[in-house]
C-alpha cells in the first residue's frame, strides 16, 4: 500500500494557508502529510506553525547564495530529500527559478490572490479596487517559469464591496482561499487532477474552464 499523499510547503509569511491545511488533516478532511516546510525569511510565522505541529521545518536565506539559481537549486535539493509528490506554495514570495520549475513540472503549484489571469504579482486586493472590478477571489494554479502565469486549476469568486477597502476585501479572499487550496489538494491527491501535456485534466479530460467554488461539485 503506497503511503500518504506527500506534501512540502513554501511560505515566506504568517502561514495561515499553512495552518489550514495542518487543521484539514488532522480533522481528517484532507488525506494527506506535510513533510516539510520551508521559508525564506527566518522570522516567518508559517516556522512556528510547523514547529507547534512537530512538522520538519528550515528557513534558508537568500542572501547568502550568489544567484537566485544557486538559492533555489540548495532549496529543492534539500526538498527533494523529503520526497515530497507535491510542493505547495503558499504565500512563498520569491520567484522561482526556470530551472528549479521546469524539473518540477505538475508538481509545483501556488494559490494566489485574485482570479487569474487579472491582477498578477502584488497587492491584488488593491489593484481590484482601483480597477473598478466587481468581483475579485483566488486562484490555485501550476507553477510555471512566468510569474503567475501557470495553468489554473481552481479558482474561488468574492463579490467586491462598495465599501471594500484592500484589507477588507483582502480578508474575505482569504477566508475562501484556505477551502478552495483544501479542496483542490485534496483532488490533486486523489489523483484526480494532473497536468498532461501543459493542460489541466479532471478525471482525464481536460478543463475548459477552472473548477469553481463551490458552484462544481467536485467540491461537495
Known sequence: ?????????????????????????????????IVGVFSDKPDAFALQRAQAAAIPSLAIEPRLFDSR??????????????????????????????CAVDARRGRLINVHPSLLPAFKGLRTHAQAIAAGASVHGASVHYVTPELDGGPVIAQCVVPVRPDDDAESLGWRVLSREHPLLIATLGLIAGGRIALVDGAVKLDGVPLQIPLQLPANNVFA
Do not use: K, W
Open 1 to 33: 500500500m503506497p503511503g500518504p499523499f506527500r506534501i512540502v510547503v513554501l511560505a515566506s509569511g504568517r502561514g495561515s494557508n499553512l495552518q489550514a491545511l495542518i487543521d484539514a488533516i488532522v480533522s481528517d478532511v484532507l488525506d494527506a502529510q
Open 69 to 98: 539559481a544557486a538559492f533555489d537549486e540548495h532549496l529543492f535539493t534539500r526538498i527533494d530529500e523529503l520526497a515530497p509528490n507535491l510542493v505547495v506554495c503558499a504565500g512563498y514570495m520569491r520567484l522561482i527559478s526556470p
